[in-house]
């Protein structure tokens, strides 16, 4: 899946949002004012190192966060987004908040979304299996650094 | 079980989830005495509705005999049958989603990664990997015990919202960062496979020290360094 090429939350979420605030009886309008505005102005932006997420019309809110940082991944729906086939994607880092870091919601592709986190997160990124390469770098300099030091000792023995 | 299947149906709840990243899962599920469990705490709350249903009853009929004017009587009846309705109803309801609850949860453990699924309504899927884990923990009550089964906490770094488990039920919300098998029979086996699964991964937890893996390389640098020093 092309992630790059999500942008929007699909219209499904305008719906979710609309039926949600009128579960709230004669004050729908209060939260539909703000969730109007939260639907029309969000915008995702993922990019080779991570996550950007903003809306508001009033009070801006950007969140950025890297993959290297995920640590834990929830994928959560409640009956009304299972209806309109949408689900959260609620993203942790190790962060000391109570609720979740960023939130993805309103998006169909939800479980593609999320099995393409899990290759770029903390931990499941750097598997054992796929030992990073900067180590065996590091460890072949070693190694020449060894052998030019021997180098220089044999060239001295021999003067 | 077409009913169960058509209930399944509206409410949209998906089949079994996707394996976690990693090897073949296995899979565990909540002990039959979790359901045991449900099932009682199920039963005493109706019990406790049925009572106060009753008092009602017993108390518009005291009314009666004190010739209170009758639309009043009339208004107070015609609640008491709503209520007698809406409790049937939602007993009801609720015994569907003990059970569906109980046969719908999935506890998966892979070689990188717990995949937890539970909830009817609500349903929730947490991933963790085991790399990202910082503590495990057992917690049994009384009642579980005698039941023979526990809940084991999966926590990972971070934390927030409030320190004890009741706080959280009345903030209705779930913790982020934490993961329950719960109602599980065998949690110590589950404790030791989450911990040997947390020891393999090499950079488990935050702030592990790296491990030594030029060791070799360095020694063989200190041992040229040392006999260049005394070729000179």
Redesign the interface.
């Known amino acids: 899946m092309d992630v790059s090429s999500i942008h929007h939350p699909s219209p499904a979420l305008f719906k979710y949002y609309v039926l949600s605030s009128f579960l709230l009886g004669p004050l729908f309008f209060i939260p539909l004012v703000y969730l109007y505005f939260r639907y029309h102005t969000m915008r995702y932006d993922f990019d080779e190192e991570g996550i950007s997420m903003r809306w508001g019309i009033l009070f801006r809110r950007e969140i950025t966060l890297t993959y290297a940082r995920i640590q834990d991944i929830h994928l959560t729906s409640n009956l009304l987004e299972r209806w309109l086939s949408i689900a959260r994607i609620q993203i942790q880092t190790a962060s000391a908040s109570s609720s979740a870091e960023m939130t993805i919601e309103g998006l169909h592709e939800f479980e593609a979304l999320r099995d393409f986190l899990y290759t770029k997160m903390r931990g499941v990124r750097a598997h054992p299996m796929a030992a990073p390469q900067h180590q065996d770098a590091l460890t072949a300099a070693l190694h020449e650094v060894a052998d030019a030091l021997r180098a220089v000792r044999e060239s001295l023995e021999k003067r | 079980m077409s009913w169960r299947n058509s209930v399944l149906h509206l409410?949209?709840?998906?089949h079994e989830p996707?394996p976690p990243?990693g090897s073949p899962p296995r899979v565990f599920r909540a002990a039959p005495n979790f359901f045991t469990l449900r099932a009682l705490r199920w039963a005493l709350t109706r019990f406790l509705a049925l009572m106060g249903l009753v008092f009602g009853f017993w108390f518009v009929e005291l009314l009666h005999r004190m010739h209170i004017p009758t639309p009043v009587l009339w208004t107070l009846r015609i609640l008491e049958v709503l209520g007698w309705m809406f409790f049937a109803f939602e007993a009801f309801v609720g015994w569907t989603i003990v059970r569906l609850d109980y046969e719908l949860r999935w506890y998966m453990l892979s070689d990188?990664?717990i995949r937890i699924r539970e909830g009817i309504?609500?349903?929730?899927?947490?991933?963790?990997?085991?790399?990202?884990v910082q503590n495990i923990s057992i917690r049994q009550g009384p009642l579980q015990r005698a039941l023979g089964i526990a809940d084991v906490e999966v926590k990972?770094?971070?934390?927030?919202?409030?320190s004890s488990e009741m706080d959280r039920k009345k903030a209705g919300?779930e913790?982020?960062?934490v993961?329950y098998f719960r109602g599980v029979a065998n949690a110590p086996q589950i404790r030791d496979l989450v911990r040997e699964g947390a020891r393999?991964?090499?950079?488990?937890g935050?702030g592990d020290p790296d491990e030594a893996?030029?060791s070799d390389?360095?020694t063989?640098?200190l041992r040229?360094?040392r006999?260049?020093r005394a070729?000179?």
């Open positions: 409410l949209r709840v998906p996707e990243p990188r990664a309504l609500t349903i929730r899927e947490k991933t963790i990997a085991l790399a990202n990972t770094a971070g934390g927030g919202g409030t919300g913790p982020m960062h993961a393999l991964q090499k950079n488990a935050l893996e030029h390389v360095v063989e640098l040229e360094a006999a260049l070729a000179l």
